[in-house]
């Protein structure tokens, strides 16, 4: 007996489901990255009002070259921040882009499955009308025999 289609196109919806399942892994690791990145730069914002605040505390006893150094400092904090932030922007518009792959991976997937679907639907019928062929093929058969 012949392979039905409906079972053939289950090695096509693998093959999706894998592809989808590969792309969510990938979008999942961005979407980490992401969040490691967004900690970090909190991790910097806080380390900078801390530190802005804590020189605030001191201004009457710091030196002329305290506070030059101080705010040498904090520029280069605000400059930690403006590429961790740059960063993250660049990680976002990845996530944006591996969301979109996966979101055409699910669809694939998706329209294949309900493929499936109806080929098997289609199948069952073709098989039902089959049998009701041959169940009233033997009901004529024993009729003419009873007939005779």
Do not use: C, P
Not at 55 to 84: N, P, V
Not at 108 to 114: G, H, K, L
């Amino acid at each position: 007996m012949a392979i039905k289609r409906s079972k053939r196109m289950e090695v096509v919806l693998t093959l999706a489901k894998r592809a989808e399942d590969d792309v969510a892994k990938q979008l999942a690791q961005v979407q980490q990255d992401v969040n490691q990145g967004e900690d970090q730069l909190r991790q910097l914002q806080d380390y900078n009002e801390a530190y802005k605040q804590e020189i605030q505390a001191k201004t009457q006893g710091l030196s002329g070259q305290d506070m030059i150094d101080s705010r040498s400092f904090l520029q280069r904090l605000g400059s930690a921040e403006q590429e961790q932030q740059g960063r993250i922007t660049q990680m976002r518009a990845i996530q944006d882009s591996i969301r979109q792959q996966w979101q055409l991976k699910h669809h694939y997937r998706q329209s294949i499955a309900d493929l499936i679907e109806r080929i098997r639907t289609s199948e069952n019928l073709a098989e039902e009308k089959r049998l009701q062929v041959q169940l009233d093929e033997l009901a004529t058969q024993l009729y003419l025999r009873n007939q005779a």
